[in-house]
């Protein structure tokens, strides 16, 4: 019963809050924006707004501290990494698309229909050149894709398509990687553990607890151009279902973070079916 009331009194606290500094802080960031428009170009104006949507998630996120705690776990290693990058992550709650604040770069998520329907934040994600990947076109949507790329705006995607509800991960769609394959931007995968139930899917219940956004040395141009897009997608997979395994303590072989075997292909399981996470690799050392 206390655990309860202790429960439901953390949810109030943080969706006041969230809901204060969401009509404080929405609106600065719009005037910051458009003060900073007066002297700077489209681009550089895009640049801010899509800036400040990060300064709004690190906000968001730091609001249930120190009861649920937001960790970014940099294992890209020593390796030179130049962006823009795509970025593909696995996808647990509705959380995910705030956790993208941590990342260092410019950039835009691959989003379904629902998020352009949130009130002042789905405006926001129109303005900020999120892309609908439901209503374009396969062409449309590459086109846009790809300028942005040129432009340097890094591109997120959740390839799974919706939330998995559990530590188990669904299969990827191809779109991620076939506009790779089309730009020849570098890859980065992305692991989040830890807020399957921050909040679990049906529900707007917080819970306390811990969640860590690993991000995984980018696979670039030269590692991944002979594989088709099936095969690229299989290849991600495997990548973040065995860095979750390490993170979670599963069963797989433990490695040094970051690497894997990237010769070794299996195909991912199709929709529906459950992960198989035990799988050997062969150590490589980067």
Same mark, same amino acid.
């Given at each position: ?7 439901? @009194? ?12 969401? =009509? ?25 707004? !899509?800036?400040? &949507? *990060? /300064? ?29 990058? &795509? ?7 509705? #959380?995910?698309?705030? @956790?993208?604040?941590? @990342? ?9 229909? /629902? ?7 789905? @405006?926001?994600?129109?303005? #900020? ?16 894709? &790809? ?32 506009? =790779? ?5 570098? +890859?980065?995968?992305?692991?989040? *553990? ?8 049906? *529900? ?6 811990? &969640? ?18 099936? =095969?690229?997608?299989?290849? +991600? ?19 040094? #973070?970051?690497? /894997?075997?990237?010769? !070794? ?14 799988? +050997? !690799? ?5």
């Amino acid at each position: 019963m206390i655990k309860r009331v202790n429960l439901h @009194l953390l949810n109030l606290y943080c969706y006041t809050l969230f809901l204060l500094f969401s =009509a404080i802080g929405i609106p600065a960031l719009t005037v910051f924006v458009a003060v900073t428009r007066l002297f700077q170009s489209h681009r550089g104006t895009m640049k801010r707004f !899509r800036r400040a &949507i *990060s /300064w709004y998630g690190k906000l968001v996120t730091a609001i249930p501290f120190p009861f649920i705690r937001l960790n970014y776990e940099d294992h890209s290693g020593n390796r030179r990494e130049e962006g823009p990058f &795509i970025f593909v992550s696995n996808h647990r709650s509705a #959380s995910d698309a705030f @956790l993208m604040c941590v @990342l260092p770069h410019e950039c835009v998520q691959i989003v379904n229909v /629902w998020p352009f329907r949130i009130p002042v934040l789905g @405006l926001y994600a129109r303005f #900020s050149g999120y892309l609908n990947i439901r209503k374009m076109s396969h062409e449309e949507f590459m086109t846009r894709g &790809i300028r942005l790329l040129k432009d340097g705006v890094s591109i997120i995607f959740f390839p799974e398509g919706t939330r998995s509800a559990s530590r188990t991960m669904g299969s990827f769609h191809g779109a991620a990687f076939r506009l =790779a394959l089309e730009s020849h931007a570098s +890859v980065v995968p992305l692991c989040i *553990s830890g807020n399957e139930n921050i909040p679990p899917k049906g *529900s707007l219940m917080l819970r306390p607890g811990t &969640i860590r956004v690993r991000r995984l040395p980018a696979i670039t141009w030269d590692e991944y151009k002979d594989l088709s897009p099936y =095969a690229f997608k299989n290849r +991600v997979w495997h990548i973040i279902d065995a860095e979750l395994t390490r993170m979670e303590g599963g069963n797989g072989m433990q490695k040094e #973070s970051g690497s /894997w075997d990237r010769d !070794r292909e299996r195909p991912a399981p199709a929709a529906g079916q459950p992960s198989t996470r035990a799988l +050997v !690799r062969t150590q490589v050392r980067h």
